[in-house]
């Protein structure tokens, strides 16, 4: 009976989804039980609910190591190797924010029981994205995500910077989902059908790009360029990083960048690739472009989340470098991105634990100025910024480094020498301006003496980034196997 | 082509003109009118009216709506549903009894919430 | 029959009309509302598809397409109200509290 329409193993393969999805459902009823001092209890439900996910996505990947994508509810869902990894790397995600947001929310006043709820439903969206063979799927799980972005970007209702930046925030994200769709309305039109293996088929099939392919393309791109930030739809991420939580800055720089480039991926991959010649072309011109901006906009900045928000925007510039060497046939370019994901989520997600706890009672801290004289106060944790800047600039033995590295080689390998140059060159513009907040906390002296605002979750969370840094950066071995047996599915 | 759109070009044209025609004749007839401060007012021979007409009004209704939009459109999936009850059978009962289910547990969030509430 | 290529030129101009009001209009209910345009822009597109390449995705596609803008309209209304209640005002250019 069932079985006439999907295989039972379908749902099998969403359980991580759907857990995720009921312990959202869950944390929003639960909130009513709870006193107002014991908040903290959703946040332990979430992190339960994000265990669960992680377990069995760590039991499904040995399951498809070395076998063919697992593809589901009639050929919509897909599973594989590289969905598998880019899902923990976001549940990794989503729980290191939720141990960030405990004692954030409290200090805000704002520690409801909606603000973990959305976090886990945002992250269902990005699950989908990331496993979505499908236009409609994708179409869907990409607004999941987005629209639980906006409301956690506007999540301080009072505040004047939070409201600003989520009506910013929805209305150019909104704009992007139009002009995305609209590309999808044209791949159907080639395609007749919203599947991708069947898209890439058709456009095997035309003769040349016509004007309706191109346009279709560019379009889609568009769409997706605005949701990883590259220039030149990158103007709301300065805004959106500045007037949101930091909480939600830390995720909305981590999470969504994974899983948009999961998505990107996959569409240019698995429908896209008849025309590889065509978006080469279309992200060398926007990674060079990114990269520059990035760059050279993170030098003046004063806030320390418009400061990340312009650096992200130059990850971003190198991460796309990688899809110009995929498009040569490159497996090492996309192996290059997932590692560079990887490790851009802990050192980022570690950056912000500091910015962090750098909010005290009466006082914002968002300003790098704010960071000065934290090796007087707090050792500790400015040698684990210092570790993070480090690695951020892309320097040995940290994990940046191994990032970087992956992505000039492949480039090298593709014959790409001068975005290779470009890149090494603006590596060094970013060691600079990472250098300037080093500067801060070594050599000036505290502005305030408010104690910090440590706590457990910021302790745990801080422990995770710094271990996996380091250790992605001493020994990354494994990490490099694991990332090389995720791209492979696209490659057979 | 123009044969077929001939007599639609005829029409439009004669349904422009014929009122503009009309009102171009009453020009002759009508007395010339001169405003005055009573000849503007929305209700000429009623109560005179104290403020703007597009006058703002209170954000709850904006919540309503919005509650509205919501549980309204999401019944665009019973539609096709009920439409092919009989071909997905319990497949589609269960399917459908999971979407309503989360719908009802948003419904209960935001009745204890006090959303629906006229405050 | 009405060939394909009328339905796509209707879906492009409502397309570009959304979009130039989305660049030139001032006040964020009005750009909102040029962003479903475009919205429904597409929902033309993906009829006319489907009716001309005789399957039925693109009108699910739509389906979804409409719920997903409904769910938008809901988020972008309530952010909107928020903003107003901070600000007493809707025009973008009030939008300024953090400089370029």
């Given at each position: 009976m069932w079985n006439a329409f999907f295989h039972r193993a379908d749902y099998l393969a969403i359980k991580p989804e759907v857990l995720l999805t009921m312990f959202g459902l869950a944390v929003l009823l639960f909130d009513f039980l709870l006193e107002k001092r014991d908040k903290y209890l959703n946040a332990v439900l979430a992190l339960i609910g994000l265990g669960f996910a992680a377990v069995q996505l760590g039991m499904f990947w040995p399951l498809l190591v070395g076998q063919l994508p697992y593809s589901g509810f009639g050929g919509t869902f897909t599973l594989d190797t590289f969905a598998v990894l880019a899902k923990l790397i976001i549940v990794l995600a989503t729980a290191i924010v939720v141990l960030l947001s405990m004692k954030y929310l409290e200090i805000e006043g704002a520690h409801l029981g909606e603000y973990y709820a959305l976090l886990l439903l945002s992250a269902v969206g990005m699950m989908f994205l990331v496993s979505g063979s499908d236009l409609i799927v994708l179409f869907i799980a990409l607004e999941l995500m987005a629209l639980c972005e906006y409301v956690l970007t506007g999540f301080l209702r009072v505040n004047r910077k939070s409201n600003e930046a989520a009506v910013k925030f929805f209305l150019l994200g909104a704009f992007s989902s139009g002009l995305l769709l609209y590309g999808m309305s044209l791949l159907y039109g080639i395609g007749g059908s919203t599947k991708l293996s069947i898209i890439a088929q058709r456009l095997a099939e035309r003769p040349s790009p016509d004007p309706l392919s191109w346009v279709a393309m560019i379009t889609l791109l568009a769409g997706i360029f605005f949701k990883i930030a590259a220039v030149p739809f990158h103007q709301w991420t300065p805004d959106v990083y500045e007037g949101a939580p930091t909480s939600i800055t830390a995720f909305i720089s981590v999470a969504p960048k994974v899983a948009s480039f999961a998505f990107f991926i996959r569409i240019l991959i698995a429908a896209l690739w008849p025309m590889r010649a065509e978006w080469q072309v279309l992200t060398i011109g926007v990674s060079i472009a990114?990269?520059?901006?990035?760059?050279?906009?993170?030098?003046?900045?004063?806030?320390i989340k418009r400061f990340f928000g312009y650096s992200t925007i130059s990850h971003v510039g190198y991460l796309l470098l990688g899809l110009v060497a995929a498009a040569d046939g490159n497996r090492e370019g996309l192996t290059a991105i997932v590692i560079y994901l990887l490790v851009y989520a802990f050192m980022n997600l570690g950056a912000f634990s500091v910015v962090i706890v750098m909010r005290r009672?009466?006082?914002?801290?968002?300003?790098?100025?704010?960071?000065?004289?934290?090796?007087?106060?707090?050792?500790?944790?400015?040698?684990?910024?210092?570790?993070?800047?480090?690695?951020?600039?892309?320097?040995?033995?940290?994990?940046?480094?191994?990032?970087?590295?992956?992505?000039?080689?492949?480039?090298?390998?593709?014959?790409?020498?001068?975005?290779?140059?470009?890149?090494?060159?603006?590596?060094?513009?970013?060691?600079?301006?990472?250098?300037?907040?080093?500067?801060?906390?070594?050599?000036?002296?505290?502005?305030?003496?408010?104690?910090?605002?440590?706590?457990?979750?910021?302790?745990?969370?801080?422990?995770?980034?710094?271990?996996?840094?380091?250790?992605?950066?001493?020994?990354?071995?494994?990490?490099?196997?694991?990332?090389?047996?995720?791209?492979?599915?696209?490659?057979? | 082509m123009l044969n077929q759109y001939g007599p639609i070009v005829i029409f439009a044209v004669i349904a422009a003109a014929f009122p503009v025609a009309l009102l171009w004749l009453a020009k002759f007839v009508r007395p010339s009118f001169k405003p005055t401060p009573e000849k503007v007012m929305p209700y000429e021979c009623g109560i005179t009216p104290e403020s703007d007409a597009r006058g703002r009004y209170t954000v709850r209704f904006y919540v309503i709506a919005i509650l509205f939009v919501i549980f309204d459109v999401e019944t665009v999936y019973l539609y096709p549903w009920a439409v092919q009850y009989q071909a997905l059978g319990l497949f589609g009962l269960v399917e459908m009894l999971v979407f309503l289910g989360i719908l009802i547990i948003g419904y209960i969030w935001l009745w204890k919430r006090g959303a629906l509430e006229w405050i | 029959m009405v060939p394909l290529s009328h339905y796509l030129a209707l879906s492009v101009i409502l397309f570009?009309?959304?979009?130039?009001?989305?660049?030139?209009?001032?006040?964020?209910?009005?750009?909102?509302?040029?962003?479903?345009?475009?919205?429904?822009?597409?929902?033309?597109?993906?009829?006319?598809?489907?009716?001309?390449?005789?399957?039925?995705?693109?009108?699910?596609?739509?389906?979804?397409?409409?719920?997903?803008?409904?769910?938008?309209?809901?988020?972008?209304?309530?952010?909107?109200?928020?903003?107003?209640?901070?600000?007493?005002?809707?025009?973008?250019?009030?939008?300024?509290?953090?400089?370029?």
């Open positions: 990114t990269m520059t901006l990035g760059n050279l906009a993170a030098i003046t900045q004063t806030n009672k009466d006082l914002i801290g968002d300003e790098i100025d704010d960071l000065a004289g934290l090796m007087a106060r707090a050792p500790g944790l400015a040698i684990l910024m210092l570790i993070f800047l480090l690695s951020l600039a892309g320097i040995p033995p940290t994990a940046g480094f191994i990032g970087k590295y992956f992505i000039f080689l492949s480039l090298i390998e593709t014959g790409h020498y001068y975005l290779a140059v470009l890149a090494v060159v603006y590596a060094v513009v970013a060691l600079y301006y990472y250098f300037r907040i080093v500067v801060a906390m070594f050599m000036k002296k505290a502005p305030d003496t408010v104690p910090l605002a440590t706590g457990p979750g910021v302790t745990v969370a801080l422990g995770v980034a710094v271990a996996m840094t380091l250790l992605i950066g001493i020994y990354p071995q494994p990490f490099i196997m694991m990332a090389r047996e995720a791209v492979r599915p696209f490659f057979s | - | 570009v009309l959304g979009a130039a009001g989305f660049i030139l209009r001032r006040n964020v209910i009005s750009v909102f509302m040029c962003i479903e345009l475009m919205l429904n822009a597409v929902n033309v597109a993906f009829m006319a598809f489907s009716r001309f390449l005789g399957t039925l995705d693109g009108q699910l596609f739509v389906f979804f397409v409409i719920v997903v803008a409904a769910a938008e309209a809901a988020v972008g209304l309530a952010i909107i109200i928020a903003v107003y209640r901070n600000r007493e005002s809707l025009n973008i250019e009030d939008l300024d509290s953090m400089k370029m």
